[in-house]
T-cell receptor, first 115, second 115 residues
Framework: AQSVAQPEDQVNVAEGNPLTVKCTYSVSGNPYLFWYVQYPNRGLQFLLK??????LVKGSYGFEAEFNKSQTSFHLKKPSALVSDSALYFCAVRDISGNTGKLIFGQGTTLQVKP | DTAVSQTPKYLVTQMGNDKSIKCEQN?????MYWYKQDSKKFLKIMFSYNNKELIINETVPNRFSPKSPDKAHLNLHINSLELGDSAVYFCASSRDLWTASYEQYFGPGTRLTVT
């Protein structure tokens, strides 16, 4: 069965410092990995995805993610955090075991950026 | 223009009532989904539809009945509401069902509160 884990419920970072939000995955076959952000009382916004190719993927709002096959990880990063980055972040993997289209989400990580 | 829209945004109702949530996407996508986000922010797929055809029903009680009048709309009707149905319901769409690399676009969510 495919799964995603986000080991941290919350990450606290000072504004201007680099941030990392961790994600590990378990899939059979090639992973299709996604990061979404949810601002308070809003829907999920797509940030970036890994399909194939370069292990460093760049996305929206200055975010990037590093795919590491040997560690089965897909950590979200940003070189310099902003207070406005404070939100709930979800890692997800596309379920390719059947043609259902569904995303399997991690439990989410709350990012708190303090001024 | 909003890509994926849902109405209503908030829904407060009593146990035993029947209610509907509507979703529309103007992206020309073939596939639509309903996800449920519980009080712990955990996201889980409920249904997926492709070109008006039901693809998955992820062990959802049959009090929940999705309907897709055309591929741009996916509505969710809930009968005999229970306290445990209180959650945020997200509609999403993707270009098609089979291409694992396509991201999903989410609506703003409907917060359902059952009293």
């Amino acid at each position: 069965a495919q799964s995603v884990a986000q080991p941290e419920d919350q990450v606290n970072v000072a504004e201007g410092n680099p941030l990392t939000v961790k994600c590990t995955y378990s899939v059979s076959g090639n992973p299709y990995l996604f990061w979404y952000v949810q601002y308070p009382n809003r829907g999920l916004q797509f940030l970036l995805k890994y399909i194939t190719g370069d292990n460093l993927v760049k996305g929206s709002y200055g975010f990037e993610a590093e795919f590491n096959k040997s560690q089965t990880s897909f950590h979200l990063k940003k070189p310099s955090a902003l207070v406005s980055d404070s939100a709930l972040y979800f890692c997800a993997v596309r379920d390719i075991s059947g043609n259902t289209g569904k995303l399997i989400f991690g439990q989410g990580t709350t990012l708190q950026v303090k001024p | 223009d909003t890509a994926v829209s849902q109405t209503p945004k908030y829904l407060v109702t009593q146990m035993g009532n029947d209610k509907s949530i509507k979703c529309e996407q103007n992206l020309g996508h073939d596939t639509m989904y309903w996800y449920k986000q519980d009080s712990k922010k955990f996201l889980k797929i409920m249904f997926s539809y492709n070109n008006k055809e039901l693809i998955i029903n992820e062990t959802v009680p049959n009090r929940f009945s999705p309907k897709s009048p055309d591929k741009a709309h996916l509505n969710l009707h809930i009968n005999s509401l229970e306290l445990g149905d209180s959650a945020v319901y997200f509609c999403a769409s993707s270009r098609d069902l089979w291409t694992a690399s396509y991201e999903q676009y989410f609506g703003p969510g409907t917060r359902l509160t059952v009293t």
